[in-house]
């Protein structure tokens, strides 16, 4: 919309009060730029009260021109003043930190950014819980400009727990917030700084080397153990890293050895090799981690080496000096995720001396990675040993095969007991599932994403663990369900007792993990599994829960149980089944009455909770309420 029209008779009205309203009648320039607004006026409401007000001082009646022509100036700068904008000739730049990905400003009212805001300028431990609570409730106060900048700088907040958990949420800022966490960045600085420098390490790795190279001279020693930790991504920084091993001191010196170990060139094989032959039992500790060849091949030929010492010695591992044999558990525990030829060919001469664990080692290192080597040294010592190496197999065949190949080779461990007779007398091997169900333990099925899947952490940043997400491609055959829904392994005594608020054992735990809602039949299936459960045993919350989601009906005499499994009342994991029954109040009364009887003479601590819970269920209060 062209206002220039509404812009001179502002002038002109302005000019107009200047010189004197009683000359207005005589002023044609102030008459024409009125008119002029006469097409406005018939457009837009409020154009049209400006057109009426303006022709009206204009006019010989108008008895108060004073007013009016003030009222008229008013209202026109208040039109203008929303129509405003701002324009300036030249190339747009970008303001630091603009790429964030979720924009500059957020619309939101001062009044609830306000104790955020004090909050972050305070100081003392309460602040925490402002802030904490505020990022849990309204989460866009945080994708505001100011308060990002805010975060940065409370990486140095004197409340070390403040500090912690916003550089958590900086973190899941991704790229975005590398502008905000690099301006006004001081190498000479102290906590602050180095934070600044693990949440750079962990969101962008190698692509800010140029940056931690730049910042290591300058840095101060708080600074520079993070940026010696950062140089590990790029092999160009071998040199670089070779001299601060030779010049640093203390914890900056361990962070460089620590990247060190992570290079693959020459020089550094070299001068890991030297240290081996100096301080084996100092060197293994930074090589554990490494996944180099050269450093697989050097832990493999000093493990060999000790091997061959320890059969001369003719002595057990337990004869051993208390040295001699940390150090040869030392070695095998820096075989972690290594798979070089030769390391590959030990895993059967350490099985003779430390069998539980090279199956243990052999598992964490598939975990990781499925190197072509491994996998077939796990073939073959599963079939030398057997079910010992089963959980490293089925991992293998899980990720490789397809998912009715992996249920033919492997459902035999989990079927009727006659049929496993039968397979013992075949193949002379012990059937122990256990493997399986170790691995199963770990995966789960996610229904949004519709497939099955594994995670692990990986300890790579001092921000935090990094969580790896392994999916089964294949999926799981649905012939396993009826398997493992009527085992009776179910109630072995090797299934620990889940932790409170989850399962009773870790059985029915891996079970959960697994349901999968879009199956038919097996919601059915799995209401059944978790309802005998509960009553052989007694309910815990988590079988209320899953049996609602099975949609579940019958819950009468379930509470009731507990009195019967139990010689103590544990009045917390009442509530909460209280809290999960999906039961009127009045019904839930009723259950805790049968509770009390059950419990009869066994337990007295905690009956008076329960009674009282009982008369305010019967009164209409929630059970959350209780």
């Given at each position: 919309m062209n206002l220039s029209?509404?812009?001179?008779?502002?002038?002109?009205?302005?000019?107009?009060?200047?010189?004197?309203?009683?000359?207005?009648?005589?002023?044609?320039?102030?008459?024409?730029?009125?008119?002029?607004?006469?097409?406005?006026?018939?457009?837009?409401?409020?154009?049209?009260?400006?057109?009426?007000?303006?022709?009206?001082?204009?006019?010989?009646?108008?008895?108060?021109?004073?007013?009016?022509?003030?009222?008229?100036?008013?209202?026109?700068?208040?039109?203008?003043?929303?129509?405003g904008s701002l324009l300036k000739e030249g190339e747009w730049e970008e303001i630091p930190g603009g790429?964030?990905?979720?924009?500059?400003?957020?619309?939101?009212?001062?009044?609830?950014?306000?104790?955020?805001?004090?909050?972050?300028?305070?100081?003392?431990?309460?602040?925490?819980?402002?802030?904490?609570?505020a990022h849990e409730a309204q989460p866009e106060i945080f994708k505001d400009f100011r308060i990002k900048n805010l975060c940065v700088k409370a990486l140095g907040d004197s409340y070390g727990d403040l500090a912690d958990m916003v550089a958590?949420?900086?973190?899941?800022?991704?790229?975005?917030?590398?502008?905000?966490?690099?301006?006004?960045?001081?190498?000479?600085?102290?906590?602050?700084m180095a934070r600044r420098v693990e949440i750079i390490d962990a969101i962008a790795g190698?692509?800010?080397?140029?940056?931690?190279?730049?910042?290591?001279?300058?840095?101060?020693?708080?600074?520079?153990?993070?940026?010696?930790?950062?140089?590990?991504?790029?092999?160009?920084?071998?040199?670089?890293?070779?001299?601060?091993?030779?010049?640093?001191?203390?914890?900056?010196?361990?962070?460089?050895?620590?990247?060190?170990a992570r290079m693959n060139g020459e020089k550094a094989r070299e001068f890991w090799k030297k240290q081996m032959g100096k301080k084996p039992e100092k060197a293994v500790n930074y090589l554990q981690n490494s996944r180099t060849m050269w450093a697989s091949d050097l832990i493999a030929e000093y493990l060999i080496q000790w091997l061959d010492t320890f059969k001369e010695s003719g002595l057990s591992l337990k004869q051993l000096k208390d040295e001699d044999r940390q150090r040869i558990y030392d070695l095998w525990r820096a075989a972690l995720g290594k798979s070089s030829p030769q390391m590959c060919a030990c895993y059967k001469r350490v099985y003779q001396v430390l069998p539980k664990e090279t199956a243990e080692r052999l598992w964490?290192?598939?975990?990781?990675?499925?190197?072509?080597?491994?996998?077939?040294?796990?073939?073959?010592?599963?079939?030398?040993?057997?079910?010992?190496?089963?959980?490293?197999?089925?991992?293998?065949?899980?990720?490789?095969?397809?998912?009715?190949?992996?249920?033919?080779?492997?459902?035999?461990?989990?079927?009727?007991?006659?049929?496993?007779?039968a397979i013992k007398q075949i193949g002379g091997k012990k059937k122990d599932p256990m493997g399986i169900y170790q691995v199963l333990m770990r995966v789960s099925y996610e229904e949004k994403e519709g497939s099955y899947v594994v995670y692990r952490e990986?300890?790579?940043?001092?921000?935090?663990?990094?969580?790896?997400?392994?999916?089964?491609e294949a999926g799981l055959d649905p012939r396993w369900y009826p398997l493992l829904l009527k085992s009776k392994d179910r109630?072995?005594?090797?299934?620990?007792?889940?932790?409170?608020?989850?399962?009773?054992?870790?059985?029915?735990?891996?079970?959960?993990?697994?349901?999968?809602?879009?199956?038919?039949?097996?919601?059915?299936?799995?209401?059944?599994?978790?309802?005998?459960g509960a009553r052989h045993r007694g309910p815990v919350a988590a079988d209320i829960r899953m049996l609602k989601k099975c949609g579940w009906k019958d819950y009468k005499g379930l509470l009731a149980l507990m009195g019967k499994k139990n010689d103590h009342i544990a009045t917390y994991g009442i509530r909460e089944l209280l809290c999960e029954l999906p039961l009127a109040s009045e019904e839930l009364a009723g259950e805790l009455e049968s509770l009390i009887k059950?419990?009869?003479?066994?337990?007295?601590?905690?009956?008076?909770?329960?009674?009282?819970w009982c008369e305010k269920l019967k009164s209409g209060v929630l059970a959350r309420d209780l």
């Open positions: 029209v509404v812009y001179e008779l502002r002038d002109r009205l302005k000019t107009a009060a200047v010189a004197g309203t009683g000359l207005i009648e005589e002023d044609f320039r102030l008459k024409r730029a009125v008119e002029q607004m006469a097409p406005l006026g018939k457009a837009s409401p409020v154009f049209g009260r400006i057109y009426q007000m303006a022709r009206k001082i204009t006019q010989p009646d108008c008895g108060s021109r004073e007013e009016m022509v003030l009222d008229t100036l008013s209202l026109l700068d208040a039109v203008l003043c929303t129509q790429d964030t990905k979720d924009g500059l400003c957020v619309n939101i009212p001062y009044r609830q950014m306000a104790p955020v805001l004090e909050a972050f300028r305070g100081t003392g431990s309460g602040r925490y819980a402002v802030i904490r609570d958590h949420w900086l973190l899941d800022e991704g790229r975005g917030i590398l502008p905000l966490l690099k301006q006004g960045f001081d190498p000479a600085g102290r906590r602050d190698g692509d800010e080397n140029g940056f931690y190279v730049e910042m290591f001279p300058k840095a101060s020693k708080e600074v520079k153990e993070p940026l010696a930790r950062a140089l590990r991504h790029c092999e160009a920084n071998e040199d670089l890293l070779l001299d601060l091993v030779k010049s640093e001191k203390g914890k900056v010196k361990e962070e460089a050895l620590w990247s060190l964490e290192s598939l975990m990781e990675e499925q190197p072509a080597g491994l996998c077939q040294t796990a073939e073959e010592l599963y079939d030398a040993y057997g079910d010992e190496f089963l959980q490293s197999v089925f991992w293998i065949d899980l990720l490789t095969k397809s998912a009715g190949e992996v249920y033919d080779r492997f459902s035999p461990y989990l079927r009727p007991e006659e049929l496993l007779d990986s300890w790579e940043s001092p921000i935090r663990y990094r969580t790896v997400v392994t999916r089964l109630f072995n005594a090797r299934f620990r007792k889940q932790v409170r608020n989850s399962f009773d054992n870790s059985y029915d735990a891996m079970v959960a993990g697994l349901f999968r809602p879009d199956k038919e039949g097996l919601k059915e299936a799995y209401g059944n599994y978790f309802y005998l059950s419990y009869g003479k066994k337990a007295k601590i905690g009956v008076g909770v329960l009674e009282m």
